[in-house]
Structures are given as structure tokens and as C-alpha cells.
């Protein structure tokens, strides 16, 4: 049985080691995955780090910190980076940890999630693309987003300092 919980200090090695082994040849990977989450960590802007759990063994992570948007309107927060363990890839851990992070950040009181991700596999939890709601410099063909509360956004997005490099 698998099991979705906040993360530990205990956890912190797995975590890096299992983002580092999934994303690790991914064509469309920076290869700091693992560093970012340390990074947001590191500066209190992980909002959410959800971790699944089977059998006592650490098989995946998902990360959740805060987005801004140009008009102001807030909460917004950005998914990613997500992380399962490669040999238990398929098995529906990332949905698990997908589904339960959204549920956490509505709890929140998010107005939506964003994300640069693949949009086949995204759709599935109801993210759209949002062409005039993209950051500077992202990719708009894999820029998405999912309103949780009122209306589509207006303006543009920008994901964290930490993804751009930044201390802050
Ligand atoms: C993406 C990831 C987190 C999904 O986790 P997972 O536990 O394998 O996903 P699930 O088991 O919940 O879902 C698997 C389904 O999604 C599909 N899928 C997985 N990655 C996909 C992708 N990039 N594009 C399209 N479909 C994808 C699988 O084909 C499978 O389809 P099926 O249900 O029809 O069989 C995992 O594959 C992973 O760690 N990938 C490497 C890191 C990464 O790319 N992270 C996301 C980028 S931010």
C-alpha cells in the first residue's frame, strides 16, 4: 500500500537521490532537478513536498511552491518538479501524488497550480495550456495551468526565484 505524506528530514537523501535517477537522461531535464527542491527548501518556499511511501522505502515526490501573477491575484502555486522512482514507474504513484498535492494546495485556498510539463500526460488531471498566461522564457507549448477557484487568470506567471537561479 502506498502511502502519501509530508516529507521528513529523514527523507531528504531519498528524495534527492530518486529525483536525481528519474529525471537522469530525460531529454527535456536540466539535470538540477534535485537541486531546486533544496534550493526552495532551503529559502521556505516549499509549500508542500509530498513523498510516497511502500513498505517503509521512499518511491517518489512531488513539489509545490508558490507562484506570482502579474495582476496579483493570490494564492497561485506551481507544481513540479515530480519525481517516482524509475523501476516503479506505471504503477500510479505520480497520479497519487498529483491528486493528494492538488487536494492540499485547494486546502490552501489556491486559485490554481501551473506548470511546464507534458501536456499528454497532464491533461489527465485537467490542466489546460494557457498561451497568454505564460512565464518570460518558458515554453508555451508546454506551459499549462488548472484554476481551482474563480476565474482564469489575467496576466502572466512567474514561477519562484529559486527556479531562475535566484536566493530568494
Ligand atoms: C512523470 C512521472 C512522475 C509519472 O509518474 P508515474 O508513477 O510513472 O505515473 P502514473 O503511474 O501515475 O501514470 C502513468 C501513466 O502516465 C503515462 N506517462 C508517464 N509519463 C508520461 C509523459 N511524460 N507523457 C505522457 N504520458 C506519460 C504513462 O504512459 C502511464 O499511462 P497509462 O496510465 O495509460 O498506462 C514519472 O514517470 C517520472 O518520475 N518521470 C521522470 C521525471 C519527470 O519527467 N517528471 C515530470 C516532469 S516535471
Redesign the pocket.
Known sequence: MIEIRAEMQADFKDIHEITES??KD?P??DGDEHELIEKLRSVQALTLSLVAVDSGQLV?QITFSPATLSSGSQPWFAL?????L?S???????????NEGLRQIQELGALGCI????P??YS?FGFDFSPQNVPENEPVEYFMLKVLKGQSPDGKFSFHGAFYGEDA
Open positions: 528519474a529525471f530525460r527535456y531535464a517518489g513540479g518538479p515530480v519525481s517516482v524509475p516503479r514507474q506505471g504503477e500510479g504513484v505520480g497520479s497519487k501524488l498529483i506548470l511546464t510539463g507534458d499528454d500526460y489527465r
